[in-house]
């Protein structure tokens, strides 16, 4: 899964990496410790033009009379998401990119502590998170939505996580963007072997308050 992320890029270097125009109101940053519900930069194309959007990260199904009237849904199985209910019309018609520049997950430690580790690209190029979104409107308040695609883990991720995100290299975004024609579903699969590295890092991520670059930084042993 992906429950927590941190993006360092600033939006002009977003913009530049993936030929995106820049909205007005999107989140500032750096941000260590994005967390379900925060506003998120996303990626979409349509007519040619792609755009850098703000997005509420839990997707809200048109049904949902409130943000709060069921689960909150942050992830999307890949095996599943073109079947629910839920997911996809989006997953046919609304797919974005969601920039990152690592992301963290919890393993289970002794005596059920949680320990987390910090994952990014091997290369320290930023990650892109294959993601789906929605327009969610109800009595005059609306919110425009997303959801992280996730799969089975890698080898890599194994040992922390039976799952994680879907990261797609650059020349996937077009395909997964709908601006290749069909056959996106193909690239809803693991990392290969090599692309991510991961290292643990300390316990204040456990805290959805916690925010600085410490918190991405090796835990000394």
């Not at 579903?185 to 991510?196: I, T, Y």
Request: hydrophobic share 40%.
């Amino acid at each position: 899964m992906c429950g927590r992320f941190a993006i360092t890029m600033p939006t002009e270097a977003m913009a530049e990496l993936f030929g995106a125009v820049p909205g007005n109101d999107l989140p500032g940053g750096p941000d260590y410790n994005i967390c379900p519900t925060d506003t998120v930069t996303a990626v979409t194309s349509a007519e040619g033009l792609r755009r850098l959007r703000p997005m509420r990260w839990g997707f809200l199904p048109h049904w949902y009379k409130t943000p709060a009237d069921g689960p909150l849904l942050i992830n999307a199985r890949a095996d599943t998401v073109a079947q629910k209910p839920a997911f996809a019309a989006a997953a046919r018609q609304r797919r974005c990119l969601i920039p990152a520049s690592g992301f963290y997950e919890w393993q289970k430690g002794p005596q059920d502590a949680r320990l987390p580790w910090y994952i990014a690209r091997s290369d320290g190029a930023p990650l892109a998170f294959a993601a789906i979104w929605q327009d969610w409107e109800r009595d005059g308040h609306s919110l425009t939505t997303c959801a992280i695609v996730t799969t089975e883990a890698n080898r890599a991720m194994q040992p922390v996580h039976h799952r994680m995100p879907v990261i797609l290299d650059p020349d996937d975004w077009p395909l997964w963007l709908g601006e290749a024609g069909h056959g996106a579903a193909a690239l809803m699969r693991p990392a290969r072997d090599g692309v991510l590295s991961l290292h643990r890092v300390g316990t204040a991520v456990n805290s959805n308050r916690a925010e600085g670059p410490e918190l991405i930084e090796p835990l000394e042993t």
